[in-house]
């Protein structure tokens, strides 16, 4: 039988809160994720009763919310993938699909977890909710209005969840993607990258539009919706028209959007005038010709830590600025290799200050 539905998709999620030092499973084995599913079924319908005439599917993946929350929403849309088969076949009706492990493997790759162990203590399991595109606005208006509050998961699917991850659990709560978002924005607040996140918010909510952002330090970047990469414009110490301390406010907000943009898989592009060394993952400056030694001079802030290494080779000097902590890694065994002296001056960073340009240690 073939049911021919219109439908609507609504991107939900079980945040988990597991206990500080724990270790766990992040898939879940099918027959587990068909009981918890069933368990996560009856807790939404008891807050949105209507959410109980569609179809439910839960993913038996634990991730971590920047997993989870990357351009395009892929988790999500794996999730869409495998109900549009179960949607044509058997409509929507009180549907309930289980998308769990298959000895550790999951049916979509989009869905499988880090084999990392996670970095804090919130996971997140999506779901997705199918329903009838008649009755799908006043569902997700009831959803958005009600589940925060009052989408608490009960003792029985909580227990499951423990049993089945050997996680134990806090606290676990059905969300919208909404308020996983909103949640995220407060994580990022507490933080310190709050002002960051509306880049990621962004990318995530509306990614076909383009959007130009002023970020502390001064920082620039645009994202680019055609490309679907974020363009971020970088600032050398000679470049910068301020002071150190300056360049170094610039050089920590520089970092937090890449650490911030990394985690959540969001494409970047530096635009810059100095050349991208790839094999040293670093903006190479040229400043011409240097009467001094060999040698590299680590340009430290105590602020912000290394800003660049000023490298003379040759009787020429070249700035090198990290892209990555790779690239810090790169540059000193590449050093080493050679065999070239270093030194750190006494007062951090070597310029002049006439002309507020790097100098090689003496």
């Given amino acids: ?38 368990e996560l079924a009856a807790d939404l319908a008891r807050v ?29 849309q794996a999730l869409e993938g495998l109900t549009r088969p179960v949607v044509r076949d058997h409509g929507l009706a009180g549907q309930l ?44 208006q009831a959803l958005e209005d009600n589940l925060f509050e009052r989408g608490a998961v009960h003792p029985p699917a909580r227990a499951r969840l423990s049993d089945a991850t050997g996680w134990a659990n806090a606290h676990a709560q059905l969300l919208t993607a909404n308020d996983l978002i909103a949640l995220q924005h407060v994580q990022m607040d507490t933080a310190g990258l709050g002002a960051f996140w509306p880049v990621v918010e962004h990318v995530l909510v509306e990614p076909d539009r383009d959007q130009d952002f002023t970020l502390p330090g001064e920082l620039n970047a645009r994202w680019q919706a055609g490309e679907q990469e974020l363009m971020i414009s970088f600032s050398s110490f000679d470049q910068h028209a301020g002071s150190p301390d300056d360049y170094a406010l610039w050089v920590r907000a520089f970092r ?22 790839e094999r040293l993952d670093c903006l190479v400056e040229a400043r011409g010709r240097c009467e001094q030694g060999n040698g590299l001079t680590e340009q430290v802030h105590p602020d912000c830590g290394l800003i660049a290494w000023t490298l003379v080779d040759d009787r ?8 990555s902590g790779d690239a810090m890694a790169r540059v ?4 080493a290799r050679r065999e070239l002296p270093r030194s750190r001056p006494d007062d951090g960073i070597c310029y002049d200050p006439d002309t507020n340009k790097l100098l090689p240690a003496t």
Wanted: glycine content about 8%; some cysteine.
């Fill in 1 to 38: 039988m073939t049911v021919n539905q219109d439908s609507h998709h609504i991107r939900l999620a079980v945040g988990i809160e597991v206990e500080p030092g724990g270790t766990g499973r992040r898939v879940l084995e099918k027959t587990q994720c068909e009981a918890l599913a069933a």
């Fill in 48 to 76: 949105v009763p209507s959410a109980g005439n569609g179809l439910l599917a839960v993913a038996g993946s634990l991730l971590e919310p920047a997993e989870l929350l990357r351009p395009g929403l892929p988790a999500w």
């Fill in 97 to 140: 699909l289980a998308i769990g492990a298959y000895q550790g493997r999951l049916p979509d790759a989009r869905l499988r977890p880090s084999d990392q162990n996670p970095e804090g203590q919130f996971l997140v399991m999506p779901l997705l909710l199918v329903c009838e595109a008649a009755s799908a606005e006043a569902i997700e």
């Fill in 256 to 277: 937090s959007l890449l650490a911030l943009i990394g985690t959540h898989a969001i494409k970047r592009r530096i635009e810059s005038s100095l050349v991208h060394d």
């Fill in 316 to 323: 020429h000097q070249l700035n090198l600025y990290p892209l």
């Fill in 332 to 335: 000193r065994d590449d050093m």
